[in-house]
């Protein structure tokens, strides 16, 4: 239990619900015990009547049955005098037959106010537990926003998603009837032993004998159902991440024809969280019957004991105990046989809970430490700065040293795994530098707060992803409110995309698919591109972002955006030389280390690595 007190807050938070759920409990469990009552005074009544027609007129008498004269004395029937007119048999009879029809109405009654508080107690407890899970959904989904690049390469999405829905919903069970069925079971039995000992307590003590040996049996398999709840809930996060990874590589599996492979691989996973489930169903399935032999024993423990005493005379026990007592030994079955089925509940929820808590529980290793900038102007500078990957070791920049004043432009080239695109990461600060330090506007960027940061930035990725949704809203994605659709189009075509747009058959409306998949990689890139221009950043930041379209493309694309550029402190991560010539410096890197730097004259005049992949390039294109 002790993971599930993590839900504490939630609970005080809907107490007066729970509080208000706990006294329908009570009352529904109230008028339930009170029916066995009515049926114990029922079977006396008539066995009474039975005894009283073998009397004189002068000896008979019935006396006004307990639950009757408590609950239907109020209306002012006089039941006692109706009970002495017991003149011959036929009145016998009558008598007999009036009170048990009244009998029958009240039970019918309480039967109808159990129902009726019933309802009101699931409409207050199970609707708790569904505001819970809202919030606790909500509070998930709101870390996941605020953890770090790194925690995303630890974790598979099939596993995030996983958390937030299966064990949530795990939880939720346990917010809802595992509490509303565990105050049930209290409530009823607190009440059932009271009503019980009222009426013999000998043979109460009988029959809540094999209670012990119940507790013994749920004390052991309760360790039991923990292990295997946390086994199925760790396989089922890894069906999640492969049915995800097989939709998002579609492409991949049928290009290399590897659907078998992949059904194969699915299949022996869906085997072995099979074989997880049915060893938690087998525990289940052993424990509710073990339950229900127990309520069982009770109950034939409770009509020996009681017809004993019958038998030997004991005034103190009528048939209508024995009846009381196998109807209330009865009413804690389900109670009692749902004790297996709620500890499963809580066991899986305790498992799920250690699950979500290790989520909540991450902290971002990028958080912001201050806000000592009052306005983001776009000047950079990195002094002395080295990284190296948190979770492979792989050091990928050292000993990087530069400035770019605000509104100039830099770019930076090297062949593939030089570090260009962890230099932009450590600008965006996706991570923080291992050693050195980055500035912006000559201020430690560990105090810029990130949302101003990252509020500037207009960040086209090398790896572009768009939303299911239309290109409109992708566009427009870092934009607030309403935006008007001159200003889209103002973008788009800055991008060099707008004429590729208006080309569908429903223009802006068009839906793009999962991260974009409807479009060519070379159309992705651009939307990117006009969705990081429309916000008006004071830092614009390309990853390689015209990797994907051809050089005429690409002088058409950057010919668009000087204009935009303009003002603004742009950073081109790029291979090619055409889309970094025009830059204010250049940097170039190799092996995490800066070799050159300089202009695109100056790099050229220097014959090194920059001269060598101009002259490559040049190459290429000749060739090409």
């Not at 239990?1 to 005080?12: C, D, G, Q, S, V």
């Not at 159990?114 to 569904?130: E, P």
């Not at 040293?401 to 509104?407: L, M, N, Q």
């Not at 590729?500 to 890139?525: C, H, N, P, W």
Request: proline share 3%; charged share 20%.
């Amino acid at each position: 239990m002790r993971p599930l007190l993590k839900l504490n807050p939630y609970l005080a938070k809907y107490r007066w619900h729970l509080l208000l759920g706990t006294v329908f409990i009570i009352l529904s469990n109230l008028f339930a015990v009170y029916s066995p009552q009515v049926v114990r005074e029922a079977i006396d009544l008539i066995a009474q009547g039975i005894a009283q027609a073998e009397r004189s007129p002068a000896e008979r008498v019935l006396p006004v049955p307990e639950t009757l004269q408590l609950w239907v004395g109020w209306t002012g029937l006089d039941l006692q005098s109706r009970l002495n007119d017991l003149r011959d048999t036929d009145s016998i009879k009558a008598t007999v037959v009036w009170c048990a029809g009244l009998l029958a109405i009240l039970y019918l009654i309480f039967s109808l106010l159990k129902g009726f508080f019933m309802f009101l107690m699931r409409q207050t407890i199970i609707v708790v537990s569904r505001l819970i899970e809202y919030d606790l959904k909500n509070r998930i989904y709101a870390h996941y926003q605020q953890l770090d690049r790194a925690f995303y390469k630890r974790n598979s999405t099939g596993d995030l998603m996983n958390r937030i829905s299966e064990d949530v919903g795990k939880v939720r069970m346990y917010l809802g009837p595992a509490i509303m069925y565990t105050i049930g079971l209290v409530v009823l039995f607190i009440l059932c032993i009271i009503f019980m000992l009222r009426v013999n307590v000998e043979m109460t003590l009988w029959t809540l004998a094999p209670l012990p040996i119940m507790s013994i049996i749920i004390y052991r398999v309760s360790d039991v159902m923990n292990r295997r709840s946390m086994d199925v809930q760790v396989q089922q996060s890894r069906l999640s991440t492969l049915a995800q990874e097989s939709f998002s590589g579609v492409r991949v599996l049928k290009s290399y024809a590897k659907e078998a492979m992949a059904v194969e691989r699915f299949a022996e996973a869906a085997a072995d969280y099979r074989t997880r489930s049915m060893a938690q169903a087998k525990v289940d399935a052993l424990f509710m019957p073990a339950i229900m032999l127990l309520i069982g024993l009770s109950t034939v423990i409770t009509i020996f004991v009681g017809g004993k005493k019958l038998i030997d005379g004991d005034p103190t026990v009528t048939v209508g105990n024995i009846a009381e007592f196998v109807i209330y030994v009865n009413m804690l079955t389900w109670p009692f046989a749902s004790v297996g089925w709620v500890t499963s509940l809580i066991q899986q929820a305790s498992a799920s809970m250690v699950r979500i808590n290790e989520f909540l529980e991450t902290t971002p290793a990028v958080r912001s430490e201050g806000d000592d900038l009052s306005e983001v102007k776009g000047a950079i500078t990195f002094r002395n700065v080295s990284f190296t990957y948190p979770d492979t070791g792989i050091k990928a920049l050292e000993d990087v040293s530069f400035h770019v004043p605000a509104g100039g432009t830099l770019a930076i080239v090297g062949h593939t795994g030089c570090g260009k695109s962890t230099m932009a990461e450590l600008i965006g600060r996706v991570y923080d530098a291992t050693a050195g330090e980055v500035l912006i506007d000559e201020v430690p960027i560990r105090r810029v707060a990130l949302a101003k940061l990252r509020d500037q930035l207009g960040f086209v990725p090398q790896e572009v992803l768009l939303f299911s949704d239309s290109i409109r809203n992708n566009i427009a994605f870092g934009l607030d409110g309403a935006v008007d659709d001159a200003r889209i189009h103002e973008a788009a075509r800055k991008a060099r995309i707008h004429d590729d747009i208006m080309g569908f058959a429903q223009a802006y409306d068009t839906q793009v698919g999962e991260r974009g998949i409807t479009l060519s990689g070379g159309q992705k890139q651009r939307v990117s591109i006009a969705r990081a221009i429309i916000t008006e950043p004071r830092i614009l930041l390309f990853d390689d972002a015209l990797s994907a379209v051809d050089t005429a493309t690409e002088e058409a694309i950057l010919r668009e955006l000087r204009a935009v550029m303009k003002g603004r402190t742009t950073v081109i991560i790029s291979h090619r030389i055409s889309a970094v010539r025009d830059a204010d410096h250049i940097l170039v890197l190799e092996n995490g280390r800066v070799a050159e730097q300089g202009g695109h004259g100056e790099l050229l005049a220097h014959t090194g690595i920059y001269a060598r992949m101009h002259e490559e390039q040049l190459l290429e294109e000749a060739q090409g």
